[in-house]
């Protein structure tokens, strides 16, 4: 233990005295509050902007009322289809007995507008019958013979937060915990190799499985540490900065899941990273060759995005990375753990790590590759 504690001092070291390094971790501190910030200003500016109808005929009474006070300006155009181009948001053209309504379906503002639009024509078109129904004595309920009336069973509020987080937080802490020890590990296997100094370490008397472990563990602190400094930054900008109409936080039961999970993670990153490293000539080579690691790790994120129902059996937890995700997920939004799934994706993510350790362990044990040129 005396010869693993020496190797992990020494990486810890170098690691910190490499500027890409502290710069990574500065950037995962600094990059994912900013990205907050810029995703509120901008929904903040997407609720509250006004958008421009231009418009010809007579506008039906009160309507004009409604329409202001939804933000949508009234702009008066001699052709509103023309205008609809690019001049407004919306063209309208108010006849009689209906509205003619144009727009350009490839411009958000002006979707945003013709939902405006829709939500107050019904808002209108609901009270006009109403009011009629009753000037001849008939109960304006008889328009809404079903009432619904909704129990919802978690605040919509609530439940629109972690619904965010659910897809936020597992990507961030999967590219993280990767791109985080990433810089150090590429340093502690193909650095070293590029300057001569790895078979120099490898020729001392501890034995090289001591010597692995103590740059898996180097890497694995680096890696958490991005992604403790990523995450914390990112749940501290969340309760500063209104997202969703709320203040957004992480539960502590998802949060104990997620540190777990970030320790399984790293240790099967590092392991990999190292085992590149090792295989490549020189650190650019290690970069190169770490690029498809980018690609598998945001694979699983998408699935969440494009699935966010996804219900799968626990077969599926068996698959790296994807059942890190599910489980986080389901501890966000559901505030519990499926203890059977947690299980299973801890088992796979050990023994991931045990085969990717075996792997590097195999490449340091090969004198030909360690020494090549």
């Known amino acids: 233990m005396k010869t693993l504690a020496i190797v992990f001092r020494k990486e810890m070291r170098e690691i910190f005295r490499d500027r890409r390094t502290l710069i990574a971790l500065g950037l995962a501190a600094l990059a994912t509050p900013t990205v907050l910030v810029v995703i509120s200003q901008v929904s903040t500016k997407t609720a509250t902007q006004t958008y421009t109808v231009g418009y010809s005929g007579d506008i039906p009474t009160g309507l004009d009322i409604l329409l202001t006070a939804t933000g949508l300006t009234l702009e008066q155009v001699a052709d509103p289809a023309a205008a609809a181009k690019q001049q407004v948001d919306l063209g309208v053209v108010f006849q009689p007995a209906e509205i003619d309504e144009w727009y350009d379906p490839t411009r958000q503002s002006a979707q945003i507008a013709d939902t405006r639009l829709q939500t107050v024509l019904g808002q209108y078109n609901a009270a006009k019958a ?45 590219t993280m915990v990767l791109t985080g020890g990433l810089s150090a590990a590429l340093d502690a296997s193909a650095g070293e190799r590029e300057r001569k100094t790895l078979e120099s370490l490898l020729l001392t008397p501890t034995p090289r499985s001591r010597i692995l472990l103590g740059k898996i563990l180097a890497v694995s602190v680096i890696s958490l ?34 540190v777990w999970l970030a320790i399984l993670l790293a240790g099967c990153f590092s392991s990999v990273t190292l085992a590149l490293g090792t295989l490549a000539k020189n650190f650019r080579q290690g970069q190169a060759f770490s690029t498809p690691l980018y690609f598998i790790t945001i694979f699983p994120a998408s699935i969440i995005l494009f699935i966010p129902d996804f219900n799968p059996n626990l077969a599926y937890y068996l698959i790296p990375i994807l059942n890190a995700v599910l489980v986080l997920r389901d501890a966000i939004v559901h505030n519990s753990v499926a203890w059977p799934a947690l299980g299973i994706t801890t088992a796979s993510l050990v023994a991931t790590g045990l085969i990717c350790w075996f792997a590097a362990l195999r490449l340091f044990t090969r004198e030909t590759l360690l020494i090549r040129s």
């Not at 309760?239 to 104990?256: D, F």
């Open 130 to 174: 109403a009011a009629a129904l009753q000037q001849r004595g008939i109960d304006p309920g008889l328009l809404n013979p079903l009432q619904i009336k909704a129990h919802p069973l978690s605040s919509p509020v609530t439940a629109a937060g972690n619904a965010f987080l659910s897809f936020f937080l597992p990507y961030i802490l999967i």
């Open 225 to 258: 540490v991005s992604a403790i400094a990523a995450i914390g930054s990112m749940l501290l900008a969340l309760t500063q900065i209104p997202l969703l109409g709320t203040h957004v936080s992480l539960s502590p039961l998802a949060a104990s899941v997620m």
